[in-house]
């Protein structure tokens, strides 16, 4: 209902033009009538309104380009911490073995041999060492 009454307002003639249309317009060549043109003010704050959208896309855009790089940032330390921590653990495993291996070799080459169900361990000495 609002539409169909603009239009009828619009086509004879009754609709006042804002104030921030110069009265002195162009005539349409089709329809002969005065078409107003808007000042520069209005084209200035158009202008002006458009440049501060774009601003504000960039922002946007800028600040989550930079929090998805730190996003990752963080996530690489956060694997690399975690590699150094099983690194260090792997190092500590590998000491674990080398020194039993290197136990095994200085047992083998004075042949030595596996005591596994001694109760009691005897020294040249007359004391005796139990478990």
Do not use: C, W
């Amino acid at each position: 209902m609002f539409l169909v009454s603009l239009y009828l307002s619009i086509k004879s003639g009754k609709l006042e033009l804002p104030s921030f249309f110069r009265p002195d317009g162009y005539r349409h060549r089709h329809y002969n009538q005065v078409i107003a043109q808007p000042s520069p003010l209005v084209l200035l704050n158009i202008a002006l309104l458009g440049m501060i959208l774009a601003l504000m896309a960039y922002f946007v855009v800028t600040t989550n380009a930079v929090t998805a790089r730190e996003y990752s940032l963080r996530s690489l330390n956060d694997r690399l911490t975690s590699m150094q921590e099983k690194h260090s653990e792997l190092a500590a495993e590998q000491n674990l073995l080398q020194s039993h291996a290197t136990v095994l070799q200085f047992a083998q080459a004075h042949q030595m041999v596996e005591a596994r169900e001694v109760v009691r361990v005897t020294v040249p000495s007359a004391v005796a060492l139990s478990r």
